[in-house]
């Protein structure tokens, strides 16, 4: 189920949402029909799905159980350990196996495995909580608080990565206090900031690029249509995701839960590091605090520093996707960050335009890598935006021009959603009109379209 559809903006959701405020008093019953609403949304995708995730999640409770009886360090890393296997074996056993065969020279044939949905971040959810308990956090939580922490549907799928200390002590507030209408008002304006990003922004570029992409896996590109696939494509991924984070976290809040910021103007770094502790915070602080803080973080000379952190996002561009070019696209912005290391230990400070010019570049010229199907469509596009394949422009729509023009105008000089709805908004009769009647239009336009799932599904 798409938060971006009608079945569930008009069916879904309100009838959760009233169930909840009418069991609200209960905090077991609110808890109950929230796990099982999540069972539910995830559930709608495919059935099969739905044993793996409360077999993981009862596993996970259980080693959090015997270890909070017995103390014993190699019970939670045994736990980390097996969670890493399942996401081993159903998204890189194929590709490990495939890149195996491949250096041997050797035929073989794909398991094809399916990807169960959200399976990245429902495991490193869970991961993060079992090296909190081996570093010495002592939250055993009961069945109800682990479950709800594990699938609460606005953050299953796609995030934000959220950590046990973050939303479990929420749990127990009544939401029916004196902040539930506010709580209620500026979430649903908060998704539907969401909702408008990703129907009215994301899925109106991705017609004109997706083809471009498609086109470049056989047939070289103009240099205006590999700018423009390349610049739209930087639009489309942040549009589709944040649009997505904005619609988890005002969902979050209408049911009085706060989740944390995920995006935060991230086209408006002007350095590498910059657009990193702005763009998919929650990933940034895990892949920081679990790995490369324990690679040793900055503790050991500048040497030590820089292949630390490239060795992390390495380990990070493999969690996007199992493909090489997923690894590549980490490892260049692990060299990016650690050259901006170096940089920042001279002492020496860019022009703020400068900089920013030098980090969009680099960040426009990478997403090409990790959108492209291969290294070759890559180096097609790549050599494109350079000219020597001649200068071929595409035909822009008037609908894409408006969203790629608009989109790029508020990614970089508007407020963020958060903010927009958090503190710029003020409460009125007209204003709810106002958010109906645009809700109602994107509902119309959500109908008239195919479903487009939100990008970060695949990985």
Known sequence: MLFNSQVFIAGFLPAVLALYYALAANRAARQTLLVLASLGFYGWWDWRFVP??????????????????????????????????????????????????????????????????????????????????????????????????????????????????????????????????????????????????????????????????????????????????ALGYTLQIYFDFSGYSDMATGLARMFGLRLPVNFDAPYRATSIREFWRRWHMTLSRFLRDYLYIPLGGNRNGQARQAINVVVTMLLGGLWHGAAWTFVVWGGLHGVALAIDGIWSKTGLRLPRALG?????????????????????????????????????????????????????????????????????????????????VVLSWLLLLIGGRLPNVFIYFQF
Not at 123 to 131: A, E, P, T
Not at 140 to 154: A, E, H, K, Q, R
Not at 385 to 411: D, H, K, Q, Y
Request: charge should be positive; proline fraction near 6%.
């Open 52 to 229: 793996l995730l409360m077999a993981l999640t009862l596993a996970n409770w259980g080693i959090a159980l015997w270890f909070g009886r017995t103390r014993q360090a190699w019970i939670p890393a045994t736990g980390v350990g097996l969670n890493l296997a399942i996401l081993a074996l159903f998204k890189y056993a194929d590709f490990l196996r495939g890149t195996a065969f491949g250096r041997a020279g050797s035929p073989w044939d794909p398991w094809s495995l399916i990807l169960p949905l959200g399976i990245s971040f429902f495991v490193f959810q869970k991961i993060s909580y079992l090296i909190d308990l081996r570093r010495g956090d002592r939250h055993i939580y009961g069945f109800l608080d682990f479950c709800l922490f594990v699938s609460f549907f606005p953050q299953l799928i796609a995030g934000p990565l959220v950590r046990h200390n973050e939303i479990v002590h929420q749990f127990q507030a009544d939401p029916r206090g004196a902040a539930m209408w506010e709580n209620v008002g500026r979430g649903f304006f908060l998704f539907i900031l969401g909702v408008a990003k990703k129907v009215v922004v994301a899925d109106t570029i991705a017609p004109l690029i997706d083809p471009l992409f498609a086109k470049a896996t056989g047939t070289p590109l103009g240099l205006g249509e590999a700018w423009a696939a």
């Open 356 to 436: 920013w010019t030098i980090t969009m570049l680099f960040v426009v010229v990478a997403w090409v890598l990790f959108r492209a199907a291969d290294f070759s469509a890559a180096a097609s596009i790549l050599a494109s935006m350079t000219g020597i394949n001649g200068l071929a422009t595409p035909r822009v729509p008037n609908e894409p021009l408006a969203a790629l023009i608009g989109g790029a105008l508020a990614a970089t000089l508007g407020p963020t959603s958060l903010r927009y709805a958090e503190t710029l908004l003020r409460p009125s009769p007209w204003l709810a009109v106002s958010a109906g």
